[in-house]
Structure formats: structure tokens, C-alpha cells
């Protein structure tokens, strides 16, 4: 159980276009999803917490106009990168906190973005 | 915020061999613990877990210790075998709370574990 599915797990865009990223909680409910880029040979880092039905919530140095998060509902969270750039291309992966599983984490599969 | 650190950042270990990788946190907060394998072009997948109100949690091969008046907690994998090579990463997070204000993780940096068969 308490599987996050995250679409497309590859794709190339050009430059100036905007690309989406969606993630589903497929058998529970996700209240909040956690955003996180992650650039090769390097960790994961939080880049914004979406809530359901509220603004998301950004870390620090993160751009929230570049980044647009949005948690219409208890199941989906999209993160849409706008007018992307090469130095965005990196590998994004969602995450959600399953509250039935106290204090767990479940993972999507990730995004590897390339903009060229 | 809180700040994890991981050593070390490569590890080589011979086939059967026992591996160990290092964490420290800085929230005394945090309260939970999860580790992570990465293989490449994957989501992290988590090995095995633990709160802070426990010391020691054990599954098959694989056990977390956790000290926190020190502030640290290890992974320890026994009877290493080919299929253990990936990226390991730990983690912390601090308290969920009901009604929002549920925190992400901080992840360490990483430990490229390299088992020589």
C-alpha cells in the first residue's frame, strides 16, 4: 500500500516552454507532498511543500513563479516548471507523508527533466 | 533547520562482508529516521526506519542504531552481497502534527556503497 505515482518519469523540453509533472496517491489520501529536486551525484533537496486546497510553501532560494505547484486534490499534486532552462534540467521526485503510517514517507519514481 | 551530515561518501566493501554508513543530526526535535536506497534513474526506496523512542530496530541483514544524546544513527548491512550496491541515504524529519504543518525530510548526502564481489 500507500503507492505515489509520478508522471512522466523522462522528458525533453526546449528551452522557454513549460513542462508538468504530476504525482497520484494511488491507495490513500495525501493532505501534504513534498517536492524534491535532485541534481546528479548530489542529495535530494526540499524544494516546496504543497498542502491540499492551500498555497504550497517554498524553501528558501526556490523560485515559486518558476515553480508552480498545485494540490487540487486529496490525490494529485502537479509541479509545473515554467520558461525552463538548461540549469533547470535535473531529476524531481515527490513524496507524500502517509498519516496511517506514522511519520512515513512513501516516494513517486521521479522526473528526469532535460532541457535543451 | 535541521542539517544532516553522512559519512562516508563512498564505501567499497568486499562480498559478505558487514558495511556501516553515519549520520548526524542537529534538531534534537527530530524524531524520526528512515533510510534510503537509490539505484540510478529511481526514487529512493526505504530499507528501514526508526522513531526516536527506540535505540535498535533490526530486519534481516539490515539494522539502524540510533543514540540520541550524541545525535547520530547508523546503518549497518551484514552479509553484503552484489545486489546492495547503490546510493544509501539517511535521513531525519521532525514531528508530524495533526491538522498540517507536517515537515519534509533532510537528507544526508549520500553513500555510493561499492560491494566487490
Known amino acids: 500500500g500507500a503507492v505515489v505515482s509520478q508522471h512522466p518519469s523522462r522528458v525533453i523540453c526546449k528551452s522557454g516552454t513549460s513542462v508538468k509533472i504530476e504525482c497520484r496517491s494511488l491507495d490513500f489520501q495525501a493532505t501534504t507532498m513534498f517536492w524534491y529536486r535532485q541534481f546528479p551525484k548530489q542529495s535530494l533537496m526540499l524544494m516546496a511543500t504543497?498542502?491540499?486546497?492551500?498555497?504550497?510553501?517554498?524553501e528558501q532560494g526556490v523560485e515559486k513563479d518558476k515553480f508552480l505547484i498545485n494540490h487540487a486534490s486529496l490525490t494529485l499534486s502537479t509541479l509545473t516548471v515554467t520558461s525552463a532552462h538548461p540549469e533547470d534540467s535535473s531529476f524531481y521526485i515527490c513524496?507524500?507523508?502517509?498519516?496511517?503510517?506514522?511519520?512515513?514517507?512513501?516516494f513517486g519514481s521521479g522526473t528526469r527533466l532535460t532541457v535543451v | 533547520g535541521e542539517n544532516v551530515e553522512q559519512h562516508p561518501s563512498t564505501l567499497s566493501v568486499q562480498e559478505g562482508d558487514s558495511a556501516v554508513i553515519k549520520c548526524t543530526y542537529s534538531d534534537s526535535a527530530s524524531n524520526y529516521f528512515p533510510w534510503y536506497k537509490q539505484e540510478l534513474g529511481k526514487g529512493p526506496q526505504l530499507i528501514i526506519d526508526i522513531r526516536s523512542n527506540v535505540g535498535e530496530k533490526k530486519d534481516q541483514r539490515i539494522a539502524v542504531t540510533l543514540n540520541k544524546t550524541a545525535k547520530h544513527f547508523s546503518l549497518h548491512i551484514t552479509e553484503t552481497q552484489p545486489e546492495d550496491s547503490a546510493v544509501y541515504f539517511c535521513?531525519?524529519?521532525?514531528?508530524?502534527?495533526?491538522?498540517?504543518?507536517?515537515?519534509?525530510?533532510?537528507f544526508g548526502k549520500g553513500t555510493h556503497l561499492i560491494i566487490q564481489p
Open positions: 513524496s507524500a507523508r502517509v498519516l496511517d503510517r506514522l511519520d512515513g514517507y512513501t
Open positions: 504543497s498542502n491540499e486546497g492551500s498555497k504550497a510553501t517554498y
Open positions: 535521513a531525519a524529519s521532525l514531528p508530524s502534527y495533526s491538522g498540517g504543518g507536517a515537515d519534509g525530510l533532510t
